[in-house]
């Protein structure tokens, strides 16, 4: 991690190592039932192209994160976080509160927006309905979600009129 509320911006990346443990893990389990489901000897061609096609995809998904890792950045402006090709990005004035939630054993760090943010109305309103929460952050930062939870509403707090 580096920068600090006293020194922004704060830019963490995911951990490589997790990211190489979900390749493998990715590989060792994926490869075998891919290649036993469409290797035969009279099966088509294209099932076997299709197999390859989709391992290629699954090792491009969980190996791009080795070569470009997902970035958090806080900063007085608000926060923004690259998934693989995609970049979202949220004004302090946007965000109501973070929170916390557990989920199939893995804690998140959730988001509620503030009233005035108008983006994705429906999908929020399902979600609210659906999980008690309108949105959430991936998980797989340098920093554990209670500490970056913490982090996050800090910086909400000291540069939320930065940002309006």
């Known amino acids: 991690m580096i920068g600090s509320l006293e020194h922004p911006p704060i830019v963490m990346k995911t951990p490589r190592g997790k990211s190489l443990a979900f390749l493998v893990i990715f590989i060792v389990l994926a ?13 088509p061609i294209w099932h076997l192209l299709a197999g390859a096609a989709l391992f290629g995809i699954g090792v491009l998904l969980f190996g791009w994160p080795l070569v470009r890792p997902e970035t958090l950045t806080i900063s007085a402006d608000g926060l923004r976080y690259t998934t693989l090709w995609r970049t979202h990005s949220l004004a302090w004035a946007d965000v109501l509160q973070f929170g916390l939630t557990t989920m199939n054993l893995s804690t998140w760090v959730t988001v509620n927006y503030a009233p ?17 929460l309108e949105g959430m952050l991936p998980n797989n930062w340098e920093m554990d979600p209670a500490s970056l939870c913490k982090l996050l509403n800090d910086a909400r707090e000291r540069w939320a009129g930065a940002s309006r």
Do not use: D
């Open 116 to 132: 005035s943010y108008g983006r994705n109305p429906g999908l929020r309103k399902f979600n609210q309905s659906w999980m008690g």
């Open 31 to 43: 490869g075998p039932v891919i290649g036993v489901t469409v290797a035969g000897p009279n099966e």
